[in-house]
């Protein structure tokens, strides 16, 4: 358990971390401190910011024959949370001799907090940042390898460019019960290191609520 003071109310807030969190946190997996070899991978993406804490950054080997994961390293600046989530997905992407990236790209934040057995409320967006950055990375791999057709466009809308949070983003904080700025930031850091953002996240959130829940 971690105890933390929230900023604006005062209170004494309690994050209790799980013991999987706890063991990738405290011995991460392929984490790479030192910048790789050139063409030492075959991509690379990197998603977050110095000014809200988080910053990921992520290296693929990718076997093209077959398009299996064989490698996959990581260096994240941020909290336990951050830390933990990126080094589990780097675990669930190359074991059993690496998934395949179609399969890869099909594994949401929640499957990777349900391996670490979940994360506090307010850690969510670690998890997300995490998948951000692997989908930044494989879109890096097609642009390198010509594929630009394979190329990942969700079709959202980019509000918060710093942390490359989406109009999609803002509408699933929604349907998972986030009814305020504040909410959603809790799970997501949106606006925090891009201000001018705020107000049309905040019209979002409005606009997703009515649409929802009336």
């Known amino acids: 358990m971690i105890n933390k003071k929230n900023k604006k109310t005062g209170d004494v807030e309690n994050w209790v971390y799980s013991d999987k969190v ?15 070899k050139k063409e030492e991978f075959s991509a690379e993406g990197q998603v977050g910011s110095p000014a809200c804490g988080d910053v990921m950054k992520i290296w693929i080997k990718i076997d093209k024959k077959n398009e299996r994961i064989k490698k996959l390293k990581w260096r994240t600046f941020g909290c336990a949370s951050a ?10 992407v190359t074991e059993k001799g690496g998934m395949k990236l179609q399969d890869a790209l099909k594994i949401k934040p929640q499957d990777i907090m349900k391996r670490l057995h979940g994360l506090p409320a307010r850690k969510v967006h670690c998890s997300v940042l995490c998948d951000k950055a692997f989908r930044q990375a494989v879109n890096n791999y097609f642009r390198n390898t010509k594929q630009y057709s394979r190329i990942i466009v969700d079709g959202a809308k980019i509000v918060d460019k710093n942390l ?11 349907l998972d019960g986030a009814k ?24 979002l959130i409005r606009f997703y609520n009515e649409k929802y829940y009336g």
């Open 164 to 174: 490359n949070i989406t109009d999609k983003d803002i509408e699933s904080a929604v």
């Open 22 to 36: 706890r063991e990738h946190f405290f011995s991460p997996k392929n984490l790479m401190l030192k910048d790789p």
């Open 180 to 203: 305020t700025l504040q909410d959603v930031q809790a799970k997501l850091k949106v606006g925090v290191g891009d201000p001018s953002a705020i107000p049309e996240i905040e019209q």
């Open 83 to 92: 830390i933990a989530s990126t080094s589990m997905f780097s675990v669930m």
